[in-house]
């Protein structure tokens, strides 16, 4: 097999993880490179805050490569290690710096509700400005791409530098979570989401916090 020596000689210096496959496709494998070189290396975002970003998507696409991979790095620039141990197993970290909460609940709530809120949209906007949002976006999506090519592919983890624990069922698993702290006094909630992708979250995590639920325009309505 000839050598691609565009990815050999690029940041990464091998051909590893998704590239083994993208490179049967030279041209696109070419471009992810790019995009990647982008995300990873050259994007507003300080490293702490681009690994968290993408330790966050490669926890919920359980993408036990890209875990490994990454999770030694978001140590390395910063971020705490039981911290990272929270996202491993699908516990919101809280963290004192802002910057570093809002670019976890961002990619959270974008790779698992396909959106983001208005109040969290504004809460990064003011924290980080348009660029960075704009960044976190295409990390995450960059990301989504690598780890949907590591499950569909069943590309392995090259080493157990820091294992993933198997979660059956993410999602589940991680809005139970985030609804394990009930409200005291019983209140009424209008869902209202537009037949928006918010539908199918918003109405059982306030179910378990413990608000009574008018559910209004909950059907996904696909554009």
Known sequence: MKKNYQIEEGPRGSVV?????????????????????????ESSLPPILSELAIITTGRCWSSHFEWEQHA???????????????????????????????????????NINKKVSDELYRKTYNLLGQNS?????????????????????????EGSKWPLPEIKDFNKVYI????????????????????????????????KLGCEVIELDLSLIHI
């Open 17 to 41: 993880g998704p590239l083994k496959c993208w490179i049967n496709n030279p041209k696109f494998a070419a471009s992810a490179q790019e995009l990647g070189k982008y995300a990873r290396y």
């Open 72 to 110: 030694p790095l978001a140590e390395k620039n910063g971020i705490k290690k039981k911290d990272i141990n929270k996202i491993a197993y699908a516990v919101r970290p809280i963290f004192k710096e802002q910057k570093l909460q809002v670019v976890y609940d961002f990619s959270a709530e974008i």
């Open 133 to 157: 949002i704009i960044d976190i976006v295409a990390i995450c999506g960059y990301y989504n791409l690598i780890s949907m090519t590591i499950n569909t592919f069943e590309i392995e983890a």
């Open 176 to 207: 139970n979570e985030l609804s394990n702290n009930k409200i005291k006094k019983k209140i009424k909630v209008v869902a209202a989401c537009g037949n928006g992708t918010a539908g199918i979250f918003a109405p059982n995590i306030l179910k």
